[in-house]
């Protein structure tokens, strides 16, 4: 069919307990976005994986009650939710209204039937007030930093949590010795324990023998990742 379709069980690295979708890169992304054909790590799964490109083309054209389905879903199973794992929320070089729209619809009326969504998180490099107002619907939202500049934008629009992706390597054979956190521009940052550990041990949301981390997904602070 041709219906938005969402992913049940994670992947290796969101671990398997949260339910997310995809969006194609690239078309559903700002042109500002600094990894853009410059090492994106969806582009490149993408490329190696036409078929999730089919997807990710197929789920830009929103659907409300498929979001629903997703959030009735992660509730039953008792999953958290990853707001696209690949893509942004933009189509043609603006903010798509309609799958924003779509988002605050589906939550809306999932707590209007008395449910609790339950954990929801999501990274943006769009930094626009009405992506950071989707934290009034219970998602912890981050907006994805490259630069002091970046921070300074998020911070006006109305962002009060950061994922910061430095220019730090990852070292072979995993980052053990990175710091735990790391001050950057006046804030604090976990680095992220699945980089720093490897996905066999830490995952965001666990599973399949992986301790949870838990961090981003219930937006307990700021996060900084590694080059990678």
């Not at 903010?95 to 969504?117: F, N, T």
């Not at 630069?147 to 910061?164: L, N, Q, W």
């Not at 976990?190 to 041990?201: A, D, I, T, Y």
Request: proline share 2%; glycine share 10%; net charge positive.
């Amino acid at each position: 069919g041709k219906r938005m379709e969402f992913n049940k069980s994670g992947n290796e690295k969101l671990g398997s307990n949260c339910v997310v979708n995809s969006r194609a890169v690239g078309d559903t992304c700002p042109d500002s976005c600094h990894y853009l054909g410059n090492g994106c790590y969806a582009e490149a799964i993408e490329k190696r994986f036409p078929k999730s490109r089919d997807l990710g083309l197929r789920n830009v054209i929103t659907d409300a009650g498929r979001l629903r389905a997703m959030i009735l879903y992660s509730i039953k199973s008792g999953k958290s939710i990853r707001i696209h794992e690949r893509g942004d929320f933009f189509q043609n070089g603006e903010i798509d209204q309609q799958y924003l729209s779509d988002w605050i619809e589906a939550l809306e009326s999932v707590k209007s039937d008395g449910h609790d969504p339950g954990d929801i998180w999501v990274y943006t490099h769009i930094y626009d007030s009405q992506i950071a107002e989707l934290e009034k619907y219970g998602v912890n939202v981050y907006a994805s930093l490259h630069s002091e500049s970046d921070m300074e934008k998020a911070r006006v629009a109305g962002f009060t949590k950061y994922a910061y992706c430095s220019t730090i390597k990852k070292k072979r054979g995993g980052s053990k010795d990175a710091p735990k956190f790391m001050d950057w521009n006046g804030e604090h940052f976990l680095v992220c324990p699945e980089q720093r550990m490897g996905r066999k041990r830490v995952t965001c949301t666990g599973g399949k023998q992986t301790t949870a981390c838990m961090w981003c997904v219930k937006g307990k602070g700021n996060v900084m990742f590694l080059d990678h």
